[in-house]
């Protein structure tokens, strides 16, 4: 069964610090993994996504992420936070054994609130 | 841009009634979703469908209905509402091709409180 989980319900980082939300998952076979971010009173948007290739994935607003497949992990990074950048990350993964059964599985989201 | 549009930012409904949630996207995806997300639980998914006139339960499919009888919308319906199903519900919606590695676009989100 796929799972994802997020350690941290919160994570507060000074403005001009790097900042990392963590990402951990589980699946049978290899994943397809993404990370969205919601702002306040709107729905989720897209961020990035790995899928093959460089583990490295740069996606939308500065944010990179970085696939470990050894430790299962798909941390999302920023250099430097911006207070633009508070809002609720989540995590997502689905197993790439496709079929129209295999869904996207979120995490249950890390609150991001970055102090001027 | 796509747009998946969601009828109601707030509903406030009666325990008992029939409730009914539309979500219309406009750039033909075969796929739609419906997720409810309530805070430490993260997205839950409730059905999906891949294509008109078929559905898929998700992981919490008790007590709700959907219904897409046309491509570019999809119904939630709550059959008789509960006060355990006051929450946030998003809608979304993603090509089919790629075997599912395409992005989902999501709605606003409506605000669902049953009393």
């Not at chain 2, 006139?53 to 119904?75: A, L, N, Q, T, W």
């Amino acid at each position: 069964a796929q799972s994802v989980a997020q350690p941290e319900d919160q994570v507060n980082v000074a403005e001009g610090n790097p900042l990392t939300v963590k990402c951990t998952y589980s699946v049978s076979g290899n994943p397809y993994l993404f990370w969205y971010v919601q702002y306040p009173n709107r729905g989720l948007q897209f961020l990035l996504k790995y899928i093959t290739g460089d583990n490295l994935v740069k996606g939308s607003y500065g944010f990179e992420a970085e696939f470990n497949k050894s430790q299962t992990s798909f941390h999302l990074k920023k250099p430097s936070a911006l207070v633009s950048d508070s809002a609720l990350y989540f995590c997502a993964v689905r197993d790439r054994v496709y079929s129209s059964a295999s869904k996207i599985i979120f995490g249950s989201g890390t609150r991001l609130s970055i102090r001027p | 841009d796509v747009k998946v549009t969601q009828s109601s930012r707030y509903l406030v409904k009666r325990t008992g009634e029939k409730v009914f949630l539309e979500c219309v996207q406009d750039m033909d995806h075969e796929n739609m979703f419906w997720y409810r997300q309530d805070p430490g639980l993260g997205l839950r998914l409730i059905y999906f469908s891949y294509d008109v006139k078929m559905k898929e339960k998700g992981d919490i499919p008790e007590g709700y209905s959907v219904s897409r009888e046309k491509k570019e919308r999809f119904s939630l319906i709550l059959e008789s509402a509960s006060t355990n199903q006051t929450s946030m519900y998003l809608c979304a919606s993603s090509f089919a091709r790629r075997q599912g590695t395409e992005k989902l676009f999501f709605g606003s989100g409506t605000q669902l409180s049953v009393l």
